[in-house]
C-alpha cells in the first residue's frame, strides 16, 4: 500500500537514486519531496509493480521510478511506466511470481522478433488493436 509519505527518488544527485523511501515528517517534506512522492490523491498507484530497472546498482541517469499502474485515462501519455486497465493490471499482479523468473520486454514488433529467441522469450503472436478515437465535429 502506498502512502502518502512514501518516494521514489528521481533525483541523480541523491545517494537514494531510483529506490523507495519513506520520509519521516510529513509536516515538513524535503524540497523534492512533492515530484516524486507517489501518491497523488488518484487511484494510480492502488496496484503497482516495480519494474526493475537500472537498480542492482542503480546508475545515475540511467532510467528510475518505472512501474506498471492503473491507467489514469486511454490516451494518457506516462515517463516510462507501463500502465492499463486495473482490471488487466490485477490480473497480471496475481500472475506474477518471483520463482516464475518474469521478464518484461517493451520493444517494437520488428526487434522482438529479432530478439526473441537469443533472449528466450516467448514466440511472438501478432496482435491486433483498435483504437477508437472521438469524431470530431
Given at each position: 500500500?502506498?502512502?502518502?509519505?512514501?518516494?521514489?527518488?528521481?533525483?541523480?544527485?541523491?545517494?537514494?537514486?531510483?529506490?523507495?523511501?519513506?520520509?519521516?515528517?510529513?509536516?515538513?517534506?524535503?524540497?523534492?519531496?512533492?515530484?516524486?512522492?507517489?501518491?497523488?490523491?488518484?487511484?494510480?498507484?492502488?496496484?503497482?509493480?516495480?519494474?526493475?530497472?537500472?537498480?542492482?546498482?542503480?546508475?545515475?541517469?540511467?532510467?528510475?521510478?518505472?512501474?506498471?499502474?492503473?491507467r489514469r485515462g486511454v490516451n494518457r501519455a506516462t515517463s516510462?511506466?507501463?500502465?492499463?486497465?486495473?482490471?488487466?493490471?490485477?490480473?497480471?499482479?496475481?500472475?506474477?511470481?518471483?520463482?516464475?523468473?518474469?521478464?518484461?520486454?517493451?520493444?517494437?514488433?520488428a526487434e522482438f522478433e529479432k530478439k526473441w529467441r537469443s533472449?528466450?522469450?516467448?514466440?511472438?503472436?501478432?496482435?491486433?488493436?483498435?483504437?477508437?478515437?472521438?469524431?470530431?465535429?
Amino acid at each position: 500500500q502506498v502512502t502518502r509519505a512514501d518516494a521514489w527518488v528521481d533525483d541523480v544527485n541523491s545517494p537514494d537514486y531510483n529506490r523507495f523511501v519513506t520520509i519521516d515528517d510529513l509536516s515538513h517534506p524535503p524540497p523534492w519531496f512533492e515530484k516524486q512522492k507517489m501518491r497523488h490523491n488518484d487511484f494510480a498507484y492502488r496496484w503497482l509493480v516495480e519494474v526493475r530497472h537500472n537498480s542492482d546498482p542503480p546508475v545515475p541517469g540511467e532510467g528510475s521510478a518505472i512501474f506498471f499502474h492503473i491507467r489514469r485515462g486511454v490516451n494518457r501519455a506516462t515517463s516510462g511506466c507501463t500502465t492499463m486497465a486495473e482490471g488487466d493490471l490485477v490480473r497480471l499482479v496475481t500472475w506474477l511470481r518471483a520463482d516464475r523468473h518474469p521478464c518484461y520486454a517493451l520493444l517494437p514488433a520488428a526487434e522482438f522478433e529479432k530478439k526473441w529467441r537469443s533472449w528466450n522469450l516467448p514466440k511472438p503472436v501478432k496482435v491486433s488493436i483498435t483504437i477508437d478515437r472521438p469524431t470530431v465535429h
